[in-house]
């Protein structure tokens, strides 16, 4: 079962940012959140993730609140291109090969 | 830098034929291998993971096995196929106690 909680789908006008919440209120200390997206029919690619600190990158920022239970990602500036499904993930990497438990994650529609 | 490749991109399949996916990764050594599967619309699913040759864990009970011979080689296998064995496949690598990161994926329907 997935341990995080994501709303379904999501609209962004392109150009803005896109903040997209992830609920993980029974994450563990040792566990790490993961952002991926899926663009249809490829396979999902990463983006970014954290422990416990804010993070940002090339591709996004992610920010997790300090009692760790949810974060949010942000796309900065939405293009087109960033209508994907994004999957919030938690994972212990030193558990079981570090395996990833994906949920239905929040479908982005980036409209112009 | 890694690369990691998936083969067939598409395949069609009559029900209780045999399967054979191919994964290799370049670029890299000793890593964990994945596979996961995606049915009906969005989600995957872990099916088996190794963190080396020879060694594989299952998730799931199903008609499917794998195998690692290689290092940077992991195939995935059915001796008879099922139609709900249909859906996406994709192969993912992770360096030790790292950022997973996935192939292109094969996508199989069995008719």
């Known amino acids: 079962d997935a341990k995080t909680t994501q709303p379904p789908s999501m609209d962004c006008a392109e150009g803005r940012a896109a903040n997209l919440p992830c609920n993980h209120s029974?994450?563990?200390?040792?566990?790490?959140v993961y952002w991926y997206r899926q663009i249809h029919s490829q396979g999902p690619q990463y983006i970014i993730h954290?422990?416990?600190n804010n993070e940002t990158n090339e591709m996004a920022s992610l920010i997790i609140t300090e009692d760790r239970k949810s974060s949010t990602l942000i796309l900065p500036h939405a293009t087109l291109r960033d209508t994907a499904v994004y999957y919030c993930?938690?994972?212990?990497?030193?558990?079981?090969?570090?395996?990833?438990?994906f949920g239905q994650g929040t479908e982005l529609s980036v409209k112009p | 830098s890694q690369t990691i490749h998936q083969w067939p991109a598409t395949l069609v399949q009559p029900v209780g034929s045999p399967l054979s996916l191919e994964c290799t990764v370049e670029?890299?050594?000793?890593?964990?291998l994945y596979w996961y599967r995606q049915a009906a619309g969005r989600g995957l699913q872990l099916l088996f993971y190794?963190?080396?040759?020879?060694?594989i864990s299952s998730e799931v009970p199903q008609n499917l096995s794998a195998s690692r011979p290689q290092d940077r080689q992991f195939i995935l296998s059915s001796k008879k196929l099922l139609l709900s064995d249909s859906g996406f496949y994709l192969c993912?690598?992770?360096?030790?106690?790292?950022?997973?990161?996935f192939g292109p994926g094969t996508r199989l329907t069995v008719l």
């Open positions: 670029g890299t050594s000793n890593p964990n």
């Open positions: 954290g422990l416990k």
């Open positions: 190794s963190v080396g040759i020879g060694q």
């Open positions: 993930i938690v994972s212990n990497l030193y558990n079981q090969g570090g395996k990833l438990i």
């Open positions: 993912a690598w992770s360096a030790r106690y790292d950022t997973q990161y």
């Open positions: 029974t994450i563990s200390g040792n566990e790490y």
